[in-house]
């Protein structure tokens, strides 16, 4: 017997926010009971795109007014700590919310001290694991045909704020969610660091995880072209080698994996309309029952940025970075101390634009 729906609340109606909104609208297991933005007028688009749920510009005033299960917020980076402080004093039961899940290490753990004590689940949305390509892989990884699996990688174009915790995210569930013990990395290029997505242009690391295998991960102007893939923010590859073969993701074009059984390659692209619906779902799943934790929950995040943020660490103090991280100073403070300000070196013709205006 479907029981009541969970009452959601939606801060924040840009890109994200509506697709987290339509999202919860389209399942029976949720009612969108409220969306706040500050933009009186972005606020009624929305409204009339969204079957006209409860509207303000004030969230803390529309949090009053719905007593609602699930507080979600999508803006900028910026904006984290503040808004996960009014979802946990909302009483909402669980706060979804968008990547990266801070700016620096000290945010991070402030808000997982915050939702910890106030026993508030937590979910961010790497929702791209759910692409059937990226499923795929997964499935040949963790079936055993690649043998021992020795290295995950991953390498994107886009810089690192804006993708490299969907890169780990995706590692780390290729390689078993295994701890990460340490990682080293280096950066190069100054251009986005004063982006929305405070970034290096470029950074490259590696990562040592528990169980003995090695992640590499890239991201921004040096990364290597995935020449299959046209579309620019697409441009990236996530994959794992084994003893006896490969799989891997395309983030725009598919999949494709050798093993013992032979080559195969199969479709699949990054789309907001598929992905979010059973992100949203297991949301549900969370909150009927406290063992169904979401794949995409907070804790996993945290393990997900600490592995950033652990390699502008390295950048910053030249050398191996040991994991869990402490509190510190914030990393792209630091980053923005000592990077040089030589131009980055691009892989690809059109990073030239991307990167070096
Ligand atoms: N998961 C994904 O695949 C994916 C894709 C794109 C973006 N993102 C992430 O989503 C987040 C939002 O991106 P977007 O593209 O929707 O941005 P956007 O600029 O389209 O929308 C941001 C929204 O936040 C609101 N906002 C800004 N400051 C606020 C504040 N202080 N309080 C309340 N609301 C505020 C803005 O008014 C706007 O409605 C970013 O963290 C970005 O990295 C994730």
Request: hydrophobic share 40%; aromatic share 8%.
């Given at each position: 017997?479907?029981?009541?729906?969970?009452?959601?609340?939606?801060?924040?109606?840009?890109?994200?926010?509506?697709?987290?909104?339509?999202?919860?609208?389209?399942?029976?297991?949720?009612?969108?009971?409220?969306?706040?933005?500050?933009?009186?007028?972005?606020?009624?688009?929305?409204?009339?795109?969204?079957g006209?749920?409860?509207?303000?510009?004030?969230?803390?005033?529309?949090?009053?007014?719905?007593?609602?299960?699930?507080?979600?917020?999508?803006?900028?980076?910026?904006?984290?700590?503040?808004?996960?402080?009014?979802?946990?004093?909302?009483?909402?039961?669980?706060?979804?919310?968008?990547?990266?899940?801070?700016?620096?290490?000290?945010?991070?753990?402030?808000?997982?001290?915050?939702?910890?004590?106030?026993?508030?689940?937590?979910?961010?949305?790497?929702?791209?694991?759910?692409?059937?390509?990226?499923?795929?892989?997964?499935?040949?990884?963790?079936?055993?045909?690649?043998?021992?699996?020795?290295?995950?990688?991953?390498?994107?174009e886009?810089?690192?704020?804006?993708?490299?915790?969907?890169?780990?995210?995706?590692?780390?569930?290729?390689?078993?969610?295994?701890?990460?013990?340490?990682?080293?990395?280096?950066?190069?290029?100054?251009?986005?660091?004063?982006?929305?997505?405070?970034?290096?242009?470029?950074?490259?690391?590696?990562?040592?995880f528990?169980?003995?295998?090695?992640?590499?991960i890239?991201?921004?102007?040096?990364?290597?072209?995935?020449p299959?893939?046209?579309?620019?923010?697409?441009?990236?590859?996530?994959?794992?080698?084994?003893?006896?073969?490969?799989?891997?993701?395309?983030?725009?074009?598919?999949?494709?994996?050798?093993?013992?059984?032979?080559?195969?390659a199969?479709?699949?692209?990054?789309?907001?309309?598929?992905?979010?619906?059973?992100?949203?779902?297991?949301?549900?799943?969370?909150?009927?029952?406290?063992?169904?934790?979401?794949?995409?929950?907070?804790?996993?995040?945290?393990?997900?940025?600490?592995?950033?943020?652990?390699?502008?660490?390295?950048?910053?103090?030249?050398?191996?970075?040991?994991?869990?991280?402490?509190?510190?100073?914030?990393?792209?403070?630091?980053?923005?101390?000592?990077?040089?300000?030589?131009?980055?070196?691009v892989?690809?013709?059109?990073?030239?634009?991307?990167?070096?205006?």
């Amino acid at each position: 017997m479907p029981g009541t729906p969970y009452k959601v609340v939606v801060v924040g109606l840009g890109k994200r926010g509506r697709h987290h909104a339509a999202a919860f609208r389209g399942n029976p297991r949720f009612e969108l009971a409220g969306i706040a933005t500050r933009d009186a007028a972005a606020l009624a688009k929305a409204a009339a795109e969204l079957g006209s749920p409860r509207t303000s510009t004030d969230a803390e005033a529309l949090c009053r007014e719905v007593k609602h299960d699930v507080f979600c917020f999508c803006t900028p980076p910026r904006v984290r700590l503040e808004l996960i402080g009014m979802g946990i004093a909302s009483g909402a039961r669980l706060v979804a919310y968008e990547k990266p899940i801070a700016l620096s290490m000290n945010e991070a753990i402030e808000i997982r001290g915050h939702v910890r004590t106030a026993g508030v689940k937590t979910v961010v949305s790497h929702q791209h694991r759910y692409g059937q390509h990226y499923r795929k892989a997964q499935e040949i990884i963790a079936s055993g045909a690649l043998g021992r699996v020795h290295t995950v990688y991953a390498h994107a174009e886009g810089w690192m704020m804006h993708l490299m915790t969907h890169l780990v995210d995706l590692l780390r569930w290729y390689n078993g969610d295994a701890e990460a013990e340490w990682v080293m990395a280096q950066a190069a290029g100054r251009g986005k660091l004063t982006d929305n997505h405070p970034s290096p242009d470029f950074i490259a690391g590696i990562i040592h995880f528990a169980n003995g295998v090695r992640g590499s991960i890239e991201c921004g102007a040096g990364a290597p072209d995935v020449p299959e893939v046209d579309y620019w923010w697409r441009k990236n590859l996530v994959g794992a080698r084994g003893t006896q073969g490969f799989a891997e993701a395309l983030t725009g074009a598919g999949w494709r994996a050798v093993t013992p059984q032979g080559v195969q390659a199969g479709e699949g692209c990054m789309n907001y309309d598929l992905d979010m619906p059973p992100y949203v779902d297991q949301i549900a799943d969370w909150l009927d029952d406290d063992a169904r934790v979401h794949p995409c929950n907070g804790e996993s995040a945290h393990k997900g940025f600490e592995i950033a943020m652990g390699m502008l660490r390295s950048v910053v103090a030249r050398g191996q970075v040991a994991l869990p991280l402490g509190p510190g100073e914030p990393e792209l403070e630091a980053l923005a101390r000592v990077l040089p300000n030589t131009p980055v070196l691009v892989s690809i013709e059109e990073n030239r634009k991307q990167y070096l205006p």
